[in-house]
Nanobody, 124 residues
Framework: QVQLGESGGGLVQAGGSLRLSCAAS????????MGWFRQAPGKEREFVAA????????YYADSVKGRFTISRDNAKSTVYLQMNSLNAEDTAVYYC?????????????????WGQGTQVTVSS
């Protein structure tokens, strides 16, 4: 399994942007599908975005399509989530996730490793 650590969360005004990063330990990062989930207060954790091990395929929740972009740098063992046009509904703790079964499996909630989470707060 890989160990994951997120960074880049914070407070931003509505309409603004943030970029989250997730650094992974281990030598097999490039074999894992990687993704992001989020959990707002009082709500269940939900899928946000995922990317295949090579980066060729990406998957997004309908709520973030066209606003968020997931990418990865296998040489740096890091996955990113660029978030644009943020709104109050995007306020949540964002979790990095890894799956040994590829990116599409993450969109189905199949996760092998979780990060500790980073808070994103969007003020309206």
């Amino acid at each position: 399994q890989v160990q994951l650590g997120e960074s880049g969360g914070g407070l931003v005004q509505a309409g603004g942007s943030l970029r989250l990063s997730c650094a992974a330990s281990g030598r097999t990062f490039s074999s894992y599908g990687m993704g992001w989930f989020r959990q707002a207060p009082g709500k269940e954790r939900e899928f946000v975005a995922a990317i295949s091990p090579s980066g060729a395929f990406t998957y997004y929740a309908d709520s973030v399509k066209g606003r968020f972009t997931i990418s990865r740098d296998n040489a740096k063992s890091t996955v990113y989530l660029q978030m644009n046009s943020l709104n109050a509904e995007d306020t949540a703790v964002y979790y990095c996730a890894a799956s040994g079964r590829g990116g599409s499996s993450l969109s189905q909630g199949v996760v092998d490793s979780w990060g500790q989470g980073t808070q994103v707060t969007v003020s309206s």
